[in-house]
């Protein structure tokens, strides 16, 4: 790593701390050369692969900004959000690889943004998987209610509900 400072490519660690649950390393470093200290950040890159073919760093932001216009008027506040975007992030990371499709991406955010809100989850889902008619609806939202009942979807033993 090259000084900032002198352009010495000789420097020693000082001091390592890992941040964002381990998935940054922030490094205090001090050239050899002319003393002063700097930091550095390491972070693991996470490329998203979109339809195209173009490969884009993964993004929490991104996760968060099409997940926020889907819970547009819901109860839903930022931190519950960022908790979505960090829970994708870590489903994604976990597969070990450094290079996800797009597709990949949005699986990882139906399931928890199913659990967070249900109406949400539709809107985000209806654009995610594209709906085109409105059976395409009902069945989700049977599968949906049938989660939120603890059943597997199309099992109407269950009887009626009050949530309609």
Not at 40 to 48: D, G, M
Not at 107 to 118: F, N, Q, S
């Amino acid at each position: 790593m090259r000084c900032p400072f002198c352009r010495n490519s000789d420097s020693r660690v000082v001091d390592s701390r890992e941040v964002d649950d381990g998935q940054v390393i922030r490094r205090r470093r001090a050239c050899a050369q002319c003393s002063r200290r700097f930091t550095t950040v390491e972070e693991t890159v996470l490329a998203v692969i979109k339809r195209s073919g173009v490969t884009e760093s993964f993004s929490r932001d991104k996760v968060v900004r099409g997940v926020r216009r889907a819970c547009q008027g819901r109860p839903v506040d930022e931190a519950q959000l960022q908790q979505l975007a960090q829970k994708v992030e870590e489903t994604i990371r976990s597969t070990g690889s450094a290079e996800i499709p797009s597709h990949e991406v949005g699986l990882a955010i139906l399931g928890p943004l199913r659990e967070l809100d249900g109406v949400a989850y539709l809107r985000f889902a209806s654009v995610y998987r594209s709906f085109s008619s409105v059976e395409d609806f009902e069945k989700e939202i049977a599968d949906l209610r049938a989660a939120m009942a603890g059943r597997p979807a199309g099992d109407d033993a269950g009887g009626t509900t009050d949530e309609q």
